[in-house]
Structures are given as C-alpha cells and as structure tokens.
C-alpha cells in the first residue's frame, strides 16, 4: 500500500509547528516528492530517507513556499553520493524558476553533479505525466495567482487514488481531478474570506462532496489555525472523513 508523508503543512507563512506544505508519496520503490519546501534534508531525516532517494519531483507552481527548498536538496543529494539522473517535473515556467535557482546558486562549479531532467507538463485539459515506478500521474491546471497544477496519482496495482489540489480557489478542473479519489489533499489557506487565488475550508468541503471522494484532509492551513473550525466548516458540506493534517502525518492510500 502506498504511503503520503506530510513533511509540511502550512501556508506560507510557516510557524514553528507548521512548515510549508510539501509532500512524499512512497511506493514499494518509489519515492515521489511534491514541492520542495522548508530544510528538505532535516525532514527527510525524520523519516529515514536520504535526500539520495529522491529519484522525482513535481513542483506544482512557483511561488517560494513550495520551490524555495529545491536547490538545498540538490546539493544535499549530491553531498549523499547520488549519481543516477533526477527527474523533474513541472510546468514550463515552473521549470524556469527551478532553473534559475540552480543557476543562483552557480552548481555547474559542483564536481561531478548529477544530471537533473526536466520533464514540461503541458496540460491542455488533462495531462498524463510519464508513468513513475508503479504510480501513474495526472495533472490539470489549478486556479491560482501564477500557473499552478494539482494532481492525481493512482496506484497502478490497487488503483487507489490521492488527488492534491495544491494552491488554488475552487475551480472544476479540481473537482474533476479529484473524482472518486480516495484520499484528497485541499488546501485550506483561510477559514471563510474567499480569495482569487485560494480555498477556504468551507470551499474545500464543498469540492471534496463535488468531486465524491471518500476522504478530505486540509493542507496548507494558517499559523494561527484552529483545527477542529477548519474541520467543521469543511464538514458543513462535505459528508466524508474529514481531518487537518499535521507535519510528518503518515497516511496510506
Ligand atoms: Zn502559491
């Protein structure tokens, strides 16, 4: 059974409980990071990965919060011997910007680095990414403030599904990307004031019972979240299961 690690789970202001919002997807021999935030290697530790085993990485879209911790990975990888290509995937200017990062930071100086591949998503409605060890992955856009996709991945072998809404307001691609799934990551940057470009928890419930899956749980969450307001608006409109997730919550799918 595959496994999602939240190794962060706040908006972009992080707290001392609540880094920000990145996820590892664990298979039997794959290990998916979405976004890279936060000290990657530290949390990492706390599971017992090396930043070695990363072999993939979606980056949903651009802003700090979700890319910041991209180049510090790569150098800590590089430090924890890793010789093998590194796949990366991501939207064209997301790819820029994980790019230019690289590039900041000069690591063409850095003897013998790994190669990184970049892998452009191209989503007109729907895009199927290559499949990854035995996930299959699809994206769709996002509506957020810069152009962001959320995911679907399916486990191959049981077609258990986990959907990621990463930032964005409520828009049908998400409701269509979560269909069915089993578990849903939605963001929840606010309790009730709606935004252009992001979710409250109400909105995210409201999603959740469009899209028919079986479990809700809220990500990128406030410093100053109350968990259990954030779970009761969401249940105002969503039957299923419902949870705020915390940092190194472990959840199988
Ligand atoms: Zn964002």
Redesign the pocket.
Known sequence: MAQVILLGTGS?WSSPTRENTFLLVRGATTNILIDVAGSPAQRLAQLGVSPAEIDHIILT?N?P??VYGYPILMLNAWMAGRKEPLHVYGLQTTLNSAKALMNAVSFREWPNFFKIKYHVVTPNSIAKLPPIGEFDIEAMLAK???P?IALRITERATGSVLAYSA?TAPHENIVEIARDANLFFHEATELNTSSA?HSTAFEAGAEAAAAHVKSLVLVHVPPNVNPEQWRRAAKQNFRGKVRVANDFDVIEF
């Open positions: 972009a879209h802003h919060d979700h957020h403030y810069v962001t930032d470009g």
